[in-house]
């Protein structure tokens, strides 16, 4: 059965830092990845996808990367900024029902100016 | 162009009464998802829809029924409401890629 760890659970930094925030699945037949933002008492945003077949993806500060062999995914955030403050959820799907997910509980991530 | 909106953002219910949860969707997608996000529990599957008048049940389904009469549209209702469904509801859609784009949720409290 697919599990998704997400450590820490919480993180604290300064402003400016760059960080990587780590996703553990359990089975590396996947799918594919996702992560997702999510701002207090608000939905979820998606931000990056990254496909079974795929190392990385980039979208501006953010770069999430994928290691199926390990189980392994990592987010890193360049030069965070106060507005970086959320918590950041990583979600998996199976490569034999690739229609649902499997989350983490994600990290809760505050960027202290 | 509103992607996914949810109806109603927030409702209090009695024990024992009923309800029908919202979502509608701008984006032609064929995968609609509705979930249950609970603290230290994450989000957790209750139904989905993999097209048109189709569902299927999810991780936890038990309480809630689901219509996909329209393909833009996805209804969650909650026949006899306990205070056990009291959570914060979401929908969401998938792309053919498998790339989900969530609602802004549905806040409920069951007293």
């Known amino acids: 059965k697919q599990e998704v760890t997400q450590i820490p659970a919480a993180l604290s930094v300064p402003e400016g830092e760059n960080l990587v925030l780590n996703c553990s699945f359990t089975?590396?037949?996947?799918?594919?990845l996702q992560w997702f933002r999510q701002d207090p008492g608000k939905g979820l945003t998606s931000l990056l996808l990254i496909q079974s077949s795929q190392r990385e993806q980039t979208s501006g500060r953010l770069n999430a990367s994928l290691d199926k062999s390990s189980g392994r995914s990592t987010l890193y955030i360049a030069a965070s900024q106060p507005g970086d403050s959320a918590t950041y959820l990583c979600?998996?799907?199976?490569?034999?029902?690739?229609?649902?997910?499997?989350w983490g509980l994600g990290t809760s991530l505050a960027v202290n100016p | 162009n509103a992607g996914v909106t949810q109806t109603p953002k927030f409702r209090v219910l009695k024990t024992g009464q009923s309800m029908t949860l919202l979502c509608a969707q701008d984006m032609n997608h064929e995968y609609m998802y509705w979930y249950r996000q609970d603290p230290g529990m994450g989000l957790r599957l209750i139904h989905y829809s993999v097209g048109e008048g189709t569902t299927a049940k999810g991780e936890v389904p038990d309480g809630y029924n689901v219509s996909r009469l329209k393909k833009q549209n996805f209804l969650l209702g909650l026949e006899s409401a306990a205070p056990s469904q009291t959570s914060v509801y979401f929908c969401?859609?998938?792309?053919?890629?498998?790339?989900?784009?969530f609602g802004p949720g549905t806040r409920l409290t069951v007293l």
């Open positions: 089975d590396s037949a996947i799918y594919n």
């Open positions: 979600a998996v799907s199976n490569a034999g029902n690739n229609r649902k997910l499997i």
């Open positions: 969401a859609t998938a792309d053919r890629y498998n790339e989900q784009f």
